[in-house]
C-alpha cells in the first residue's frame, strides 16, 4: 500500500480527530489546532500558544484541548471562547499530552510524567469529568500517549509510548477505570497515537519504526505498512470512517525538520471502518 499526501507544510502534527467532514489536529510548533477537509484545505481554528495536543468535544460541541506547558485542559465554545477547563498540574508530572473524550464527556488526559531534558518517571491518567472536577486515575504509567474508548463506552484503551505495549481498563459509571490488564505487548514496536475500528483492531503510529500497524487483543499484528517520515498518530475517517489518516514528521523535536516544516498529514485507505472515540 501506498500512502496519499494530504497536506504539508506540519511543524509537528499530534492529535488527529475526524468531525464533521474534516480532519482536526493540533499542531506544536505552530501552536494552533487547525482542520483539513479532504482536498487539503487547510484552516486555523484556534491559536494555543501553550501548545495544544489531544483534542475532544463535549456533548454541547465544545472543544477540549491539551495545553502542553501550562498542564491544563481548556475549552472553546462556539462562539470561539476560550476557557479553563481544568487545571491538571497537581496530577501531571510533565507537560500534559494526548487524550480521548467520552461520548459523556469525561475526559482521559496523559502528560510525559516528568519533564523534556529529566529523568524518565511514571506517569499519572488524570480523569477530568464533564464539569471540569480533575481526579487522579490510574498510575504507574510508562509515558501513556494515544487512548481510545470502545463503542460501548465501557473500555478503554492506552498506548504506553516507553513501555511498547497497550493496556486496557474497563469503565465504571462514575467514569473511574478499573481492571487494567494487558491488551497488547509490542515487543521492539513504540505505540504512539492510535485508533480504533469496528473489528476491535487498534490502529497504531510507531514514530520509532517509520511505520503504522493494526494489532488485535493478545499482540498479533495483522497488517504493517512502512513509511518515509515518522507516524506519530492515525485516525480512521472519511465518510465510510475508511480512510486511515496518518500524522508524520521527521522527528518530534523543536527546530530543524520543524522550522522546516517537514511534517505532513498522510491518508492510505483500509478494509474495517472506523468504530468508537475519538
Same mark, same amino acid.
Not at 179 to 202: E, H, K, N, T, Y
Given at each position: 500500500?501506498?500512502?496519499?499526501?494530504?497536506?504539508?507544510? !506540519?511543524?509537528?502534527?499530534?492529535?488527529?480527530?475526524?468531525?464533521?467532514?474534516? *480532519?482536526?489536529?493540533?499542531?506544536?510548533?505552530?501552536? =494552533?489546532?487547525?482542520?483539513? +477537509?479532504?482536498?487539503?484545505?487547510?484552516? *486555523?481554528?484556534?491559536?494555543?500558544?501553550?501548545?495544544?495536543?489531544?483534542?475532544?468535544?463535549?456533548?454541547?460541541?465544545?472543544?477540549?484541548?491539551?495545553?502542553? *506547558?501550562?498542564?491544563?485542559?481548556? /475549552?472553546?465554545?462556539?462562539?470561539?471562547?476560550?476557557?479553563?477547563?481544568?487545571? *491538571?498540574? +497537581?496530577?501531571?508530572?510533565?507537560?500534559?499530552?494526548?487524550?480521548?473524550?467520552?461520548?459523556? $464527556?469525561?475526559?482521559?488526559?496523559?502528560?510525559?510524567?516528568?519533564?523534556?531534558?529529566?529523568?524518565?518517571?511514571?506517569?499519572?491518567?488524570?480523569? #477530568?469529568?464533564?464539569? =471540569? @472536577?480533575?481526579?487522579?486515575?490510574?498510575?504507574?504509567?510508562?509515558?501513556?500517549?494515544?487512548?481510545?474508548?470502545?463503542?460501548?463506552? &465501557?473500555?478503554?484503551?492506552?498506548?504506553?509510548?516507553?513501555?511498547?505495549?497497550?493496556?486496557?481498563?474497563?469503565?465504571?459509571?462514575?467514569?473511574?477505570? %478499573?481492571? /487494567?490488564?494487558?491488551?497488547?505487548?509490542? $515487543?521492539?514496536?513504540?505505540?504512539?497515537?492510535?485508533? !480504533?475500528?469496528?473489528?476491535?483492531?487498534?490502529?497504531?503510529?510507531?514514530?520509532?519504526?517509520?511505520?503504522?500497524?493494526?494489532?488485535?487483543?493478545?499482540?498479533?499484528?495483522? &497488517?504493517?505498512?512502512?513509511? @518515509? !517520515?515518522?507516524?506519530?498518530?492515525?485516525?480512521?475517517?472519511?465518510? &465510510?470512517?475508511?480512510?486511515?489518516?496518518? #500524522?508524520?514528521?521527521?522527528?518530534? =523535536?523543536?527546530?530543524?525538520?520543524?522550522? /522546516?516544516?517537514?511534517?505532513?498529514?498522510?491518508?492510505?485507505?483500509?478494509?474495517?471502518?472506523?468504530?468508537? %472515540?475519538?
Amino acid at each position: 500500500m501506498e500512502t496519499e499526501i494530504v497536506l504539508t507544510g !506540519l511543524a509537528f502534527g499530534e492529535g488527529p480527530r475526524w468531525r464533521d467532514g474534516h *480532519l482536526w489536529f493540533s499542531d506544536f510548533y505552530r501552536h =494552533g489546532i487547525f482542520r483539513v +477537509d479532504e482536498s487539503g484545505n487547510e484552516e *486555523l481554528v484556534l491559536e494555543v500558544p501553550t501548545q495544544p495536543s489531544g483534542l475532544g468535544w463535549l456533548p454541547d460541541g465544545d472543544l477540549l484541548f491539551v495545553s502542553m *506547558l501550562d498542564r491544563s485542559l481548556k /475549552r472553546m465554545n462556539g462562539s470561539g471562547d476560550v476557557f479553563l477547563h481544568a487545571d *491538571l498540574s +497537581d496530577i501531571a508530572g510533565g507537560p500534559c499530552n494526548d487524550m480521548v473524550v467520552s461520548t459523556d $464527556g469525561t475526559a482521559y488526559v496523559g502528560n510525559f510524567g516528568f519533564e523534556e531534558g529529566q529523568k524518565f518517571a511514571q506517569a499519572t491518567l488524570a480523569v #477530568v469529568g464533564p464539569d =471540569g @472536577e480533575a481526579r487522579k486515575g490510574p498510575d504507574g504509567l510508562d509515558f501513556p500517549n494515544g487512548t481510545v474508548i470502545n463503542p460501548e463506552g &465501557d473500555r478503554l484503551i492506552i498506548a504506553e509510548s516507553y513501555g511498547s505495549r497497550l493496556l486496557s481498563f474497563d469503565i465504571a459509571e462514575d467514569g473511574s477505570l %478499573t481492571g /487494567r490488564q494487558l491488551f497488547a505487548d509490542l $515487543g521492539s514496536r513504540v505505540p504512539d497515537g492510535i485508533c !480504533l475500528d469496528a473489528d476491535g483492531g487498534v490502529w497504531v503510529g510507531d514514530p520509532a519504526n517509520h511505520s503504522v500497524f493494526r494489532v488485535i487483543e493478545g499482540g498479533e499484528v495483522t &497488517d504493517h505498512l512502512d513509511l @518515509e !517520515l515518522n507516524c506519530y498518530a492515525c485516525m480512521l475517517g472519511g465518510q &465510510d470512517r475508511k480512510t486511515l489518516y496518518l #500524522v508524520t514528521a521527521p522527528t518530534s =523535536g523543536r527546530g530543524g525538520a520543524a522550522d /522546516r516544516r517537514e511534517g505532513r498529514i498522510e491518508r492510505v485507505r483500509v478494509e474495517i471502518p472506523g468504530a468508537g %472515540t475519538p
